[in-house]
């Protein structure tokens, strides 16, 4: 049996938390106080609640981070430093060059391992293929409902309210929109991190009204030739803000442990 620990007790993290394959088990979380005495009642006193990951006395087969940016960057390092591979769903978090960096050298000093997660976008093999040949440009294209982009940096730059059609308020970098709009645009970054980097994705970030899901457009041109890539995915019934299928990226990271590991 596989055990990890899960960072975070959203509505991600109890999403994942419901589909962990045959095989996988949680044995710690890492949360708020506050979480900590539901987390008691719902594993029946099993999976044992902390509030940092220096608390854990053994060493789990998988770290998943399905927290938050803030999370990477307050546990991140004290994960990796111990050896112990770090997945994460937060990648915006890595818009920060200085903690990218952190982590990184972290890892190369201990033997951690820090696993960049698909999240809700499809493609990043090819792009990461693609990137040995050479890229010319990649631009994402998000486009959500406006209670997606409530409580986010969108608020302030165009009235959801109002909104009648599908409108663009953001264009800028991945860097950018990773920072501005940590909740949502963690994809952006996913991008940047397998294609051109931070600074040269280029990102736009739609609202519609008459939508109901998160639509993700992806377009790469290099030496290889070019693709595109639409994916129009549903956001979990507890959070708007999250894509369902980020969360099966997460789920999929536990299927690895017991079907043969990660592929370098």
Known sequence: MKKIMMIGYGAMAREVLSRLPDGVSVGWIVARAAHHAAIDSAFGGQVQAL?????????????????????????????????????????????????????????????????????????????????????????????????????????????????????????????????????????AATIALNGLGMDATRVRLLVDPATRRNTHRLQVCGNFGEFQIELSGNPLASNPKTSTLAALSAVQACRRLVDGGFIA
């Not at 991140?76 to 990218?100: F, H, K, M, N, Y």
């Open 51 to 187: 509030s940092h990951p220096d608390q854990c006395t053994e060493q789990p087969d998988l770290v998943l981070e399905c927290a938050s940016q803030q999370a990477v960057a307050e546990f991140g390092e004290a994960v990796v430093t111990r050896g112990w591979p770090l997945a994460v769903i937060s990648t915006g978090a890595l818009a920060d060059a200085a903690l990218q960096q952190r982590l990184q050298q972290a890892c190369r000093q201990h033997q951690g391992q820090l696993i960049v997660l698909s999240g809700a976008v499809a493609g990043m093999d090819g792009l990461a293929s693609a990137r040995e040949g050479g890229l010319d440009s990649v631009t994402y294209q998000a486009c959500k409902s406006p209670a997606s982009w409530r409580g986010s940096m969108a608020e302030q730059l165009i009235d959801l309210d109002a909104v009648s059609e599908a409108q663009v308020f953001f264009e800028g970098s991945a860097r950018e929109a990773a920072r501005l709009f940590p909740a949502n645009a963690n994809v």
